[in-house]
T-cell receptor, first 116, second 110 residues
């Protein structure tokens, strides 16, 4: 149980284009999902908290107009990187709060974004 | 400032050679400490949650312990398949976000 999937697993795009990443909770409903970014040999950094049916809460320093988050259903949250630039290249990982133990987050497999 | 520090950064063990990984944290009013395993190019896999000093959790060859200032992940008789990066995280003081350490990369050779 508590399986989280992401799509795509990797994506390459040209500078200036937009990329959408999907995060799904497969066997449970998730009212809260989280989006993280991880650079090589660095820790996971929380970007934003996504709540179903409401606006996302962004961490300090994260541009909400650049990283658009939509949590339209209890099983799907999307992250859209708008006007992507090479410095946005990173590993993006989503997580969902466990339905049983709400302190615990279960993570997706991640999406590797490369912006050329 | 809420902070999580893990040591060592990297650890190489022979199969069967037991050892411990350390996670020290500075946060007022611990609301939970989490251990995750992350394989290269994958998302973190949940291992344990600890809430109070003295608490211990076990899973196969792994045992996590907690004191007031740090947590240890003990690995007993490791196997090559235990090779991964082990991440430690705590809730921030507000309880709204997880703060992760940089991880310890464990390599176990046969």
């Amino acid at each position: 149980g508590a399986v989280v999937s992401q799509h795509p697993s990797w994506v390459i795009c040209k500078s200036g284009t937009s990329v959408k990443i999907e995060c799904r909770s497969l066997d449970f409903q998730a009212t809260t999902m989280f989006w993280y970014r991880q650079f090589p040999k660095q820790s996971l950094m929380l970007m934003a908290t996504s709540n179903e049916g409401s606006k996302a809460t962004y961490e300090q320093g994260v541009e909400k107009d650049k990283f658009l988050i939509n949590h339209a259903s209890l099983t799907l949250s999307t992250l859209t990187v708008t006007s992507a630039h090479p410095e946005d290249s990173s590993f993006y990982i989503c997580s969902a709060r466990s339905p049983v133990s709400t302190d615990t987050q279960y993570f997706g497999p991640g999406t590797r974004l490369t912006v050329l | 400032e809420d902070q999580v520090t893990q040591s060592p950064e990297a650890l190489r063990l022979q199969e069967g050679e037991s050892s411990s990984l350390n996670c020290s944290y500075t946060v007022s009013g611990l609301r939970g400490l989490f251990w995750y395993r992350q394989d290269p190019g994958k998302g973190p896999e949940f291992l344990f949650t600890l809430y109070s000093a003295g608490e211990e959790k076990e899973k196969e060859r792994l045992k996590a312990t907690l004191t007031k200032k740090e947590s240890f992940l003990h690995i007993t008789a490791p196997k090559p398949e235990d090779s991964a990066t082990y991440l430690c995280a705590v809730f921030n003081q507000a309880g709204t976000a997880l703060i992760f350490g940089k991880g310890t990369t464990l390599s176990v050779s046969s």
